[in-house]
């Protein structure tokens, strides 16, 4: 039994699955290149660490993986990793982290290593065939290697020029009968030309390519590498479908193998572009030309892409070394590797040395590790059947027994093994239990053996059958109905939102890409259960996704067959593992591929847990407390301590995915979490989410109870104003002041001039209102800027009057007024009818109507309430008795009125405050309180991306307030530049839950980058398809920034603007637009009876 100085157990970092080699002869840890770059584990420049390989090449590290979370076995160790290239395993742990571990116990014999860790026994077994060790930090390089390698120089030199004329120069000989093929050019972004010109000018410049005026041309496509660098591809599908394929044969893998039997020593190399290295015959350079946006150009050498060019490289290859053989001994090979590399010098190629490996015990070939010990699978290939998680579903059951099943004629007593697996599918329901797990475990070990998977046989057809799903791709690589390899890889998130198609693609693509040294430069077939991949041969590429993804299969000669997915069992099965569904559920809670790792860092932490975790493993403490993969759970739930930062982490992730409510959010936490006290936890946290707060509405009574004015004591001591605008001008009227009363509700309409000032509005005021009833003591109005203004001030200052303004966005503080309006327009409408520019001659008998008319809360008219009688009958008027006697007892009815009038007028506002506060609530806020702002006020031109107001947040801010005006009126704390009123009703305001910022937010922007509070005029009303719609024009903006709002939408988000008593449609039509018309038709009507009578006359 030879002495075995490593061994390879399978390891994980985050959700990668590796292979690791145990290696007493390497000093270091190490990482191989490309595994470093699948965890994605960011990688620190260091200090030059070099290390001398097997082979006697000494390579450099370009950087290090600090405290990388490596899992062996369910246990975690935080190992720095050394980045560098490495062939057959993706880690070396050396000796650097042995010494960590204490004590280590090395079985030779059984090809185990068991050691002490947190306290337990740990025992490692080797899971494959024995493979010499590839690193040895410590090892003495190869004078005799190291001499020879510097011998050749020139062979790892850059290549400069042209290759020479060869005896195997590329011929592209076309099926007679063919025509010159000219495919258009592809669009591509303008971001790609200057590539494109860089790219063909340094191709210039080494005289590869030249300058063309073929009859021939091919598209040209950019597809971007792993670097971010960009691959220069010739699209030739349909030059190859012309060319007559060579049949120059392709050495079969299991004749190679056969031959390598006794060797000890390998070597493999990689020439530099060695495509580019074979000329083209020159009679067929025209017909590799393409074309560009800025020139046309032919290939002086090999290009990729080409049927033929795999076969062409296989004869320069065989004629070049057709001499050499193995060799057994270390002299035979160092012999050997001379010999091969004068050859190359003498025939002018060029070996890049960075991807060589010399003189090693053994070397990674076409999926295999051969060795001297022989040939061993390499592990990679059934990694993603080992990989299968327990299933934690029947239905997660019955996909694993659909791959495996489809393959049981392989497989000796299938049967037998699977039936603990098939009763899991019965309808008594779903234990997973001991019986289950091993038969598990003896399935998925009989399906990975041989002869389950056979070695490739490339005399034969090799055929992908691959599928997508949201949640993987899938597929399996076969040969006669064997299966030779299986491929399974998650979604990414950035594919999940895909259409099926271009999943479906993706997921060709890299099963192709994955295989790749067992189908290039060989016919395959790919099948497929998404018909229309069928014609992917025969589309034309339209998109920038098919520009990349079929820009990677260019080269590659196969052809597409469907294959329904009910018969694709096993690439479907792959696409839909129950592992992956669960990866889809924690990219959603958390983005961080560590996130398990951290988990259970976090778990080790916690005295508890670590005690709960003891008990577990030792059998103490069942149900429902369980182990799932190394990490305490409760209830088949992943829990998280409720100290560490991750339990926010993951409901923040799981809620912010789509701002649910408490139980949704609840609900799909529950699926996988578990963690003390959920449900307050996540109460708390949605309720001080502040997108939630600022666009979801609120499900409750209006916020703030009643609060009427001061009844007034006496007739026109207390009166209110309002306008009542966008009337049809009439004598150079359009406008109506109106004054109420707010003791007797008797109101004077006062017909202005629009635009009206406040000097206008004063000498109007003064005119009718102080000239019949004195000065009041206080007015009422709204936020108009003719009270605001520094005149109205001053006036009201002057004549003792105090000025009362209703809060912002809330009009019902002056509800008298407000209602007035209402009925003041419904009379006009009915008293002008169809002529609706009289109404300025109706106007004072639609105030007699008003103030003569019974009044529910007075029970009485608001013309006695300030008379003491009724009015004149306007038919029949007949003098009093006695004057005297007759202004005695009116005066003391009029005292007995005012008396019962002030009375009636409290109980009224008794009652309707009742009423009022049945469907509103009490809300109260202080000073210092941060509340959002409704954003019902806002123009619809506040956010250009949402003008109809859908997705526009429901409120804004948080602002503080900063004065209580009263019980249901606040100040708030506004952004400097804000042009609104800083004085709001708490019925537009929310109270804010949180932390609140150091600065007030700002208000949206408007079209012009500033905060529009309110409409300043309907300007225009129509119908539109059934739908009343008013143009309005925004304070501070232009006329030709107007914008049609509909009527509905329009009264719900400005309720202070009383748009309903301007709204005069005549017949649903424009009513500009149909003044006009009528004008129009009345002209035309009297023409027409003129013409007539003039007719008449004559006659």
Request: with cysteine; charged share 25%; aromatic share 10%.
């Amino acid at each position: 039994m030879p002495i075995c100085n490593s061994m390879q157990v399978r390891a994980s970092l985050g959700a990668t699955s590796l292979i690791a080699l145990l290696d007493t002869g390497s000093t270091h840890n190490f990482i191989a290149e490309d595994a470093a770059r699948r965890t994605g584990l960011p990688v620190q420049p260091r200090p030059r660490l070099t290390a001398t390989v097997a082979n006697g090449e000494r390579v450099t590290c370009p950087g290090v993986i600090r405290r990388a979370p490596v899992i062996i076995e369910g246990e975690t160790f935080f190992i720095d990793l050394f980045v560098m290239p490495l062939a057959g395993y993706d880690l070396v742990l050396g000796t650097q982290w042995m010494v960590t571990l204490g004590r280590v116990v090395w079985d030779f014999v059984d090809r185990s290593v068991s050691f002490l860790h947190q306290g337990r026994r740990v025992s490692w077994s080797d899971v494959a065939e024995r493979r010499p060790p590839l690193l040895a930090a410590t090892t003495t390089p190869s004078a005799l290697l190291e001499e020879l390698l510097h011998s050749f120089e020139g062979v790892f030199a850059e290549p400069a020029g042209l290759p020479p004329q060869r005896a195997r120069d590329h011929a592209i000989v076309l099926k007679p009968g063919s025509t010159p093929v000219a495919v258009r050019p592809y669009r591509y972004p303008v971001a790609h030309k200057d590539e494109l010109e860089r790219q063909c000018a340094a191709m210039l410049d080494q005289g590869i390519v030249r300058r063309s005026d073929s009859a021939f041309s091919s598209p040209v496509l950019l597809v971007k590498k792993q670097d971010g660098a960009w691959r220069f591809c010739v699209d030739y599908r349909a030059l190859n479908a012309l060319t007559v394929k060579d049949a120059f044969p392709i050495p079969v893998v299991d004749e190679l193998l056969d031959e390598l039997h006794g060797a000890q020593f390998f070597t493999k190399l990689d020439l530099r572009s060695g495509y580019h290295q074979v000329r083209m015959r020159p009679a067929d350079v025209h017909k590799t030309a393409f074309r560009t946006h800025d020139g046309f150009y032919e290939f002086l050498v090999m290009p990729f892409g080409l049927c033929n060019a795999p076969a062409t490289f296989q004869a320069l290859m065989n004629d070049v070394l057709r001499p050499f053989l193995r060799r057994k001994t270390w002299a035979d090979h160092l012999r050997h590797i001379r010999a091969v590399l004068d050859e190359l010098h003498r025939h002018i190629l060029f070996v890049k040395r960075s991807k060589c490996i010399f003189g090693s015990s053994s070397v990674a070939y076409l999926g295999h590790i051969i060795s001297a010990q022989g040939v061993a699978m390499d592990p990679a290939k059934v990694q993603a059947i080992h990989d299968w998680p327990a299933p934690r579903s029947a239905r997660a059951v019955r996909g694993f027994l659909g791959l495996a099943g489809y393959y049981r004629k392989f497989v000796p007593d299938y049967g037998k093994i699977a039936a603990p697996l098939t009763a899991l599918m019965k309808k008594e329901g779903f234990s997973w239990n001991a019986e289950a797990q091993a038969a598990f475990q003896e399935l998925k070990a009989a399906v990975t053996s041989a002869p389950v998977l056979a070695l490739p046989d490339f005399t034969k057809v090799f055929i992908v059958e691959c599928d997508a799903s949201t949640h993987g791709f899938g597929a399996v690589l076969l040969q006669d109905h064997h299966p030779i390899a299986y491929f399974s890889r998650p979604v990414a998130p950035r594919h999940r939102a895909l259409a099926a198609y271009e999943r479906e693609l993706i997921g060709l693509v890299r099963a192709v890409r994955h295989w790749r040294p067992y189908l290039w430069g060989r016919t395959f077939l790919v099948r497929t259960d998404h018909y229309s991949l069928k014609f992917l041969l025969d589309q034309r590429l339209s998109t920038i996704p098919q520009h990349h993804w079929v820009g990677k299969l260019l080269g590659f000669d196969f052809s597409v067959e469907y294959k329904p997915g009910a018969t694709n069992t096993v690439a479907d099965a792959l696409s839909r593992r129950d592992t992956d569904e669960e990866g889809s559920i924690l990219a959603l809670s958390t983005p961080r591929f560590d996130f398990v790792d951290r988990l259970r860092q976090a778990q080790h932490q916690d005295p508890a847990l670590v005690a709960i975790r003891d008990e577990i493993a030792a059998g103490t403490r069942g149900a429902p407390w369980s182990l799932l993969d190394g990490m305490v759970a409760y209830a088949d739930r992943l829990y998280i301590p409720p100290d560490s930062p991750l339990l926010l982490e993951v409901v923040a992730a799981t809620h912010d995915d789509g701002h649910e409510g408490v139980q949704r959010t609840l609900h799909r936490l529950r699926r996988d979490f578990f963690f003390p006290a959920m449900r307050r936890v996540v109460q708390d946290f949605v309720r001080a989410c502040a997108t939630c707060q600022r666009n979801k509405s609120e499900h409750l009574h209006p916020a703030g109870l009643l609060l009427p004015l001061p009844v007034p004591q006496a007739v026109w001591s207390d009166v209110g104003l309002d306008f009542i605008e966008a009337l049809p001008r009439v004598g150079g009227k359009s406008v109506i002041l109106t004054v109420v009363d707010r003791f007797s509700k008797y109101c004077h309409f006062i017909p202005l001039a629009h635009p009206y000032s406040a000097e206008s509005v004063a000498q109007a005021f003064f005119g009718e209102i102080v000239r019949l009833h004195g000065i009041p003591r206080s007015m009422v109005s709204d936020r108009d800027s003719v009270f605001t203004s520094s005149f109205g001030r001053e006036l009201m200052r002057l004549t003792g009057t105090k000025l009362h303004m209703t809060s912002a966005f809330h009009p019902r503080s002056d509800g008298r007024t407000e209602a007035a309006n209402k009925v003041i327009v419904m009379y006009l409408r009915c008293f002008t009818g169809d002529r609706p520019r009289q109404w300025l001659r109706w106007l004072p008998w639609a105030e007699y109507v008003y103030n003569t008319a019974y009044q529910s809360s007075l029970k009485d008219t608001p013309f006695k309430v300030v008379y003491g009688r009724d009015p004149p009958s306007i038919r029949s008027y007949e003098p009093g008795e006695t004057r005297v006697a007759a202004v005695a007892k009116n005066m003391a009815e009029r005292e007995e009125l005012l008396a019962d009038v002030h009375y009636r007028l409290e109980q009224a506002q008794a009652v309707q405050k009742k009423f009022y506060d049945r469907l509103h609530r009490p809300v109260s806020y202080d000073v210092g309180d941060w509340v959002l702002l409704r954003l019902r006020h806002r123009a619809a031109s506040s956010l250009p991306q949402a003008p109809k107001g859908k997705l526009k947040p429901r409120f804004i801010g948080p602002y503080q307030v900063t004065e209580r005006i009263n019980p249901v009126a606040v100040r708030l704390a506004l952004p400097p530049r804000a042009k609104l009123h800083d004085v709001f009703h708490v019925g537009v305001l929310k109270k804010f839950i949180g932390v609140p910022p150091a600065t007030p937010p700002p208000l949206p922007p408007t079209h012009h980058g500033a905060v529009t509070p309110e409409p300043e005029q309907a300007v225009r009303y129509r119908l539109a398809r059934g739908v009343q719609q008013v143009l309005i024009r925004w304070k501070g903006q232009s006329t030709t920034d107007a914008t049609w709002e509909d009527v509905a939408d329009f009264r719900e988000k400005f309720p202070q603007f009383q748009l309903e008593d301007e709204l005069i449609v005549e017949g649903g039509r424009d009513v500009m637009y149909g003044r006009t018309y009528r004008r129009r038709r009345d002209a035309r009507r009297a023409a027409e009876r003129a013409a007539m009578a003039g007719a008449t006359t004559s006659g």
